[in-house]
């Protein structure tokens, strides 16, 4: 479909559609949603998804498509006969980038004139097409340059605006959510306070804000009130889960009683002691079935059982093992509801560091690799893996490697 360039909706209407759409996708997520997720992260991926991309024409992309030839009637000014003319019709492409709903905007201030454009969005492709009744390199040239020039003479007027409006939408995603948000806690509030139970049987997914470690003081909550959803693991808490499993291996590397003529279960209850008494809310248990099989490391959310981390141990036997675990961890012990996942790697080699190169570098041969994440030590590497049932669901993939070789 034709549209006419920068002239269909004024800037100011379209920012109040998109806010609107933006207020809509955040009252659709739902109560425990909002209520329970990081305020941060869920405000930067609405950020990322309403962020708008400036618009730019490649005009070193011009591609002239060959004209289509037709008829047409005309009409003599002096005789008053009609006659027919040899008509070519011209279309003129180029590459862009940026967003390609903004050809639709008018911008303010506007310049008063336009034409029509052809936005073919999958492929990034802006037209226009026009009509020569002459075989005149001049007069065709004189008119594609017209025909330009109407079309994108507001596309840099219009990227100010875009500017101002990509400037403003990070407060209007926080006013927005901690709107939505600060209805619901009145709510959870009211509803305390007439002894009404909230949301008993609610499935949602949403990060547990009770959990904290042992010495950090928990806010106080009255004894009426119920919360029952499904909780994942706060970021923040997956943190310190990987700090206290990575602090524990690397102070084992120095004493070598701890290790020496352990096998992988017997390692795996050095970790497990740490982290058994070091959460208020949960429970950390070994060797525990969990979908179609055992797995080593499982911490549980004590209030209804749920699964907060999942973390396997192997010793190192080369790549081809180090991913056979990591596939076994992934298509027997994750589900869908599990997000937080490591695999602690026990290497014996005495060549550690072409151990590590390795890991780093086949890691991302494995199917369910999606990219790398930083790390959170020398040899603490943090990855995102898709899960094997579903594609579009990211899983905090934690490797650590610990140096055992007495």
């Given at each position: ?282 429970t950390a248990t070994g060797e525990t079935f969990n979908r179609s099989g ?113």
């Open positions: 479909m034709a549209t006419r360039a920068f002239n269909e909706i004024p800037c100011t209407d379209f920012e109040m559609k998109r806010n609107q759409d933006l207020l809509s996708d955040i009252q659709s997520k739902g109560k425990e949603y909002l209520l329970g997720v990081d305020e941060r992260e869920f405000v930067e991926y609405l950020y990322e998804n309403y962020l708008l991309e400036p618009l730019n024409i490649d005009v070193s992309s011009e591609h002239i498509g060959t004209p289509v030839k037709s008829r047409e009637n005309a009409r003599s000014e002096f005789q008053h006969t009609e006659y027919e003319v040899e008509v070519y019709t011209f279309t003129i492409k180029y590459k862009f980038t940026g967003s390609p709903e903004l050809f639709r905007v008018q911008p303010n201030p506007w310049t008063l004139i336009s034409n029509d454009i052809f936005v073919d969005a999958h492929s990034h492709l802006v037209s226009f097409s026009f009509k020569l009744y002459n075989q005149d390199p001049d007069e065709f040239k004189r008119i594609k340059t017209s025909c330009y020039n109407n079309s994108f003479t507001n596309l840099e007027k219009l990227n100010v605006n875009v500017r101002d409006i990509n400037n403003r939408l990070r407060s209007e995603i926080e006013r927005a959510f901690r709107r939505e948000k600060d209805k619901y806690l009145k709510e959870n509030d009211f509803f305390t306070a007439i002894s009404i139970k909230v949301n008993p049987d609610t499935t949602s997914v949403f990060t547990t804000p009770t959990i904290a470690k042992k010495n950090i003081a928990q806010p106080k909550i009255s004894t009426t009130k119920e919360f029952s959803s499904e909780p994942m693991m706060s970021n923040e808490m997956f943190k310190d889960v990987l700090k206290v499993i990575y602090d524990s291996g690397r102070s084992m590397e120095k004493k070598p009683a701890l290790y020496k003529g352990k096998d992988e279960e017997g390692l795996r209850d050095q970790f497990l002691f740490v982290l058994e008494t070091r959460y208020v809310g949960t055992k797995t080593d490391i499982l911490l549980k959310y004590s209030n209804d059982g749920s699964n907060l981390f999942v973390a396997e141990c192997k010793f190192w036997h080369g790549s081809s093992e180090f991913l056979n675990a990591i596939s076994q961890l992934f298509d027997r012990y994750l589900t869908w509801r599990d997000s937080k996942a490591a695999l602690l790697i026990f290497v014996t080699n005495k060549d550690f560091s072409n151990v590590i190169a390795t890991i780093k570098k086949d890691i991302k041969t494995h199917l369910y690799f999606t990219k790398e994440d930083g790390s959170h030590g020398e040899t603490s590497l943090s990855f995102l893996f898709c899960l094997p049932q579903d594609r579009e669901k990211m899983v905090h993939f934690e490797v650590m490697a610990f140096h055992y070789d007495k």
